[in-house]
Each structure stands twice: as structure tokens, then as C-alpha cells.
């Protein structure tokens, strides 16, 4: 089982709501991602969070993302005024990322949070 | 840009064939390779992770061949098992620039009894 727990495990929403989706990391790990797969495509990387800032973005994280640690802890992806289109798997990820250690590099997946837009 | 592409797109087998699956990628400066597994509707399952400095990585029944200068990555599976049913994804970091693992399609294996 992932050691990254991610809620919910699945959405269904209406065109244009806004989603918040959120995930709860390894404790001691530094790099946040958050990645989406469509049904029958690619995992796509949206953003990317070190140190409580983004550190990377695609392009398809636009103004309708936004990505934020409200607690300190939780992890969470806003999607405002959801499209159909935004329907997909939605994962969050986690990598250690300290020098020398075995395991550092690896990357860490949870479970996914299944979006459905109507 | 980092392209990853996965041969064959899916595959269909019986239990107890030897079996490899393809990755490749057209920039060779990478930092590590990593292979997964995806059941089906399910989150990514961490398999083997090659460090750019490593050749191979083995797992149990798999082991993960790593060939820069020709931009390969072969995932071998031996005696494959129904169990083995998954996609098996492979995802290249590179080395410079961005840092973000940029995933191919994945194999959809079925290993039938």
C-alpha cells in the first residue's frame, strides 16, 4: 500500500464548482508533485512544491490551479470552475530527495483521487 | 524536450514466458530512470529505480537494464505471473533544467494462466 494517503477517493462535481483535492505526505520527505492522468493517457505533471513554494509548473497548471499547504502538513490541489475536461486521475507524489541516502530519488505515488465532471 | 516511449503498447502472454519491455527516451542526460507498475484504476507502485551512474537494478523477478548512450531502458520480467497483469510505466528525470520525470504511455501487460 502507498505510504501517501489521498482524499477523496473519488469526486463526482458539476461543470464550473470548484474541487479541492488533498493529500497527506510521508512526514520527512521535501518534494512535493502533484500529477493527473486522463482516462487511457499519459501521466502528466502539473506542479511541482519545495520548501512551501512552487518550484516548478506545466502549462497545464493555469490560473484554474492553485496548490497550497494549509496546515503545514496536508497537501491540497484547488480546481476552480471545474471543466469537463478536468476529469481524470489526479495523484499526488512525494520524493526524499536528501543527498547520499538510498531511496532518496524515488518516487513516491498514492493512491489517486478520481475527478468526474458532468 | 524529454520524449519517453514504451514498446509494445501492450502485450498478452502466458504464465511462465520470460518477457521485456521497452523505454526509450531522445535525451540521454538523464539523472535516473524509474519503472512502476499501475493496476488498473489503482495509484503507481514504485518497481526499480536506476541511478544514471547504473547499468541494471534487480527486484525479485525483475530486473531494469539502463543503456544512456543509446536511450534505452529494458525492464526484464522472468517466469511472468498472472499477478504480473498490470501497465508498467517507465518515467526519465533529467539531469539538467527541469527535473520533473516525464512518464511514456506504459505497457499493458496481461499474463494469462
Known amino acids: 500500500e502507498p505510504e501517501v494517503t489521498q482524499t477523496p477517493s473519488h469526486q463526482v462535481t458539476q461543470m464550473g464548482q470548484e474541487v479541492i483535492l488533498r493529500c497527506v505526505p510521508i512526514?520527512?520527505?521535501?518534494?512535493f508533485y502533484w500529477y493527473r492522468q486522463i482516462l487511457g493517457q499519459k501521466v502528466e505533471f502539473l506542479v511541482s512544491?519545495?520548501?512551501?513554494?512552487?518550484s516548478e509548473k506545466s502549462e497545464i497548471f493555469d490560473d484554474q490551479f492553485s496548490v497550497e499547504r494549509p496546515d503545514g502538513s496536508n497537501f491540497t490541489l484547488k480546481i476552480r470552475s471545474t471543466k469537463l475536461e478536468d476529469s481524470a486521475m489526479y495523484f499526488c507524489?512525494?520524493?526524499w530527495g536528501g543527498g547520499g541516502i538510498p531511496g532518496a530519488n524515488v518516487l513516491t505515488f498514492g493512491a489517486g483521487s478520481r475527478l468526474t465532471v458532468l | 524536450k524529454q520524449e519517453v516511449t514504451q514498446i509494445p503498447a501492450a502485450l498478452s502472454v502466458p504464465e511462465g514466458e520470460n518477457l521485456v519491455l521497452n523505454c526509450s527516451f531522445t535525451?540521454?542526460?538523464?539523472?535516473?530512470l524509474q519503472w512502476f507498475r499501475q493496476d488498473p484504476g489503482k495509484g503507481l507502485t514504485s518497481l526499480l529505480l536506476?541511478?544514471?551512474?547504473?547499468r541494471e537494478q534487480t527486484s525479485g523477478r525483475l530486473n531494469a537494464s539502463l543503456d544512456k548512450s543509446s536511450g534505452r531502458s529494458t525492464l526484464y520480467i522472468a517466469a511472468s505471473q498472472p499477478g504480473d497483469s498490470a501497465t508498467y510505466l517507465c518515467?526519465?528525470?533529467?539531469?539538467?533544467?527541469?527535473?520533473?520525470?516525464?512518464f511514456g504511455r506504459g505497457t499493458s501487460l496481461i499474463v494469462h494462466p
Open positions: 518515467a526519465v528525470r533529467l539531469a539538467g533544467g527541469s527535473y520533473i520525470p516525464t
Open positions: 535525451d540521454s542526460a538523464i539523472y535516473n
Open positions: 536506476i541511478q544514471s551512474s547504473q
Open positions: 512526514s520527512n520527505h521535501l518534494y
Open positions: 512544491f519545495y520548501n512551501n513554494e512552487i
Open positions: 507524489a512525494f520524493r
